[in-house]
């Protein structure tokens, strides 16, 4: 099943002369509800390693690479070249494109004394704020591989509650 092939078609006169084309609506967004995100008993969790792809997870879970749609909704990937995580070559090549200097000070951070002391405070890398003793220094290169590092463990539905999410995106978009 193509994601697409479910989306209605629209009929739309471009150029005003009376001759309609056909369009997929691709304007439709569908979601998956946090209910449903939060239901841990549909996920799996797994670990994307360097280079996996959505299609390439969607074909060694679900025996199909065209259901990598699924993968990207559990997930909340909008953008697939910002919201899934890059190849470790990639993530290099982006790293020199962003920082003159990866090993420089990104940020400072310490953990909170009061209140939850499980947060950690970031400080900024600025010339305005007292560095406490105790502050932890983050590089470029460590900020930058934190927040790839969130991005590599994803929800997996379980192949039993495919066909199920595969009728309700089809009643959805259908509305």
Same mark, same amino acid.
């Given at each position: 099943?193509?994601?697409? /092939?479910n989306?209605?078609?629209i009929?739309?006169d471009?150029? &005003?002369? @009376?001759t309609?084309?056909?369009f997929?609506?691709i304007?439709r #967004?569908?979601?998956?509800?946090d209910?449903?995100r939060?239901n841990?008993?549909?996920? =799996?969790y797994? =670990?994307?390693?360097?280079?996996?792809?959505?299609?390439?997870?969607?074909?060694s879970?679900? @025996?199909d /690479?065209q259901l990598h749609?699924?993968l990207?909704?559990a997930n909340n990937v909008?953008d697939?070249?910002?919201?899934w995580p890059?190849s470790?070559?990639?993530?290099?090549?982006?790293i020199?494109e962003? *920082?003159?200097n990866?090993?420089a000070v990104?940020? *400072?951070?310490?953990?909170?004394? /009061?209140g =939850?002391?499980?947060k950690?405070?970031?400080i900024?890398?600025?010339s305005?704020n007292?560095?406490?003793? =105790?502050?932890v220094i983050?590089?470029n *290169?460590e900020?930058?591989?934190k927040a790839?590092?969130?991005?590599r463990?994803?929800r997996v539905?379980k192949? &039993?509650?495919?066909p199920?999410?595969?009728?309700?995106?089809r009643q959805l978009?259908? #509305?």
């Open positions: 099943m193509s994601f697409f /092939s989306f209605p078609v009929e739309v471009i150029f &005003e002369d @009376g309609k084309t056909s997929v609506e304007t #967004k569908v979601r998956f509800y209910i449903v939060k841990n008993v549909i996920f =799996d797994y =670990d994307v390693s360097s280079g996996e792809t959505p299609e390439f997870l969607a074909k879970f679900y @025996g /690479s749609w699924v990207l909704l909008v697939y070249y910002h919201d890059m470790n070559a990639t993530f290099d090549r982006n020199q962003l *920082y003159d990866p090993d990104h940020h *400072y951070e310490v953990k909170q004394t /009061s =939850d002391t499980t950690i405070i970031e900024p890398n600025d305005a007292t560095i406490p003793e =105790d502050a983050i590089t *290169y900020y930058q591989q790839e590092d969130n991005k463990q994803i539905i192949p &039993e509650f495919i199920q999410i595969k009728r309700e995106i978009l259908r #509305k």
